[in-house]
């Protein structure tokens, strides 16, 4: 007879999650999709995972900087431009660039087709800020924009 194979685990963070294309809440806000497609309750505190949708012509907020989180953002359709502390990098499908907290950063799309990057945030916690954001009335308010990144931790960085 085999003995029972043991973990010290909790059940929580054994549980494994499928994520389909379409999967998640979207919290959407300035002009992006933002899907939530696991939140830090669902990850046992370790990341936050999240796609975000980029249409043509548009990009992320104003050159900023996350004083509590790091970034890695993998492009999974379309291209993208991702401008980290001043240099930019073109991100195409499959590409990864790791945005480390304290670095100010930028992304948008000047091409002709709908960017999706695939997001990984460590520490979890960004969720919540993208759900105050979708709650802005539309458009791009960077004054509301700014008051909501404060609360998280985020800042637009001055030129």
């Given amino acids: 007879m085999t003995a029972e194979p043991t973990t010290t685990e909790p ?9 389909h294309p379409g999967d998640g ?10 899907y939530t497609r696991l939140t ?4 046992n505190g370790a990341y936050s995972l999240f796609e975000y949708v980029v249409p043509p012509g548009l990009g992320g907020p104003p050159t900023h900087v996350h004083s509590r989180e790091d970034e890695l953002f993998t492009c999974v359709q379309g291209r993208v431009i991702v ?7 073109e991100l195409g499908v499959g590409d990864s660039l790791l945005m ?5 950063h930028v992304f948008y799309n000047p091409f002709e087709d709908e960017t999706r990057i695939v997001a990984v945030v460590s520490p979890p916690g960004l969720e919540n800020y993208y759900r105050e954001l ?3 009335p539309p458009g791009r308010d960077m004054t509301l924009v700014a008051e909501v990144m404060t609360r ?7 030129k």
Wanted: net charge neutral.
């Fill in 40 to 43: 830090g309750a669902d990850t």
């Fill in 134 to 136: 979708s709650q802005l």
């Fill in 25 to 34: 809440t979207n919290l959407g806000a300035i002009g992006l999709g933002i």
């Fill in 152 to 158: 998280y931790g985020l800042s637009l960085q001055k």
């Fill in 100 to 104: 480390p907290r304290g670095v100010p």
């Fill in 11 to 19: 059940a929580a963070a054994r549980r494994h999650h499928v994520c």
């Fill in 83 to 89: 401008e980290l502390d001043g240099e930019p990098h």
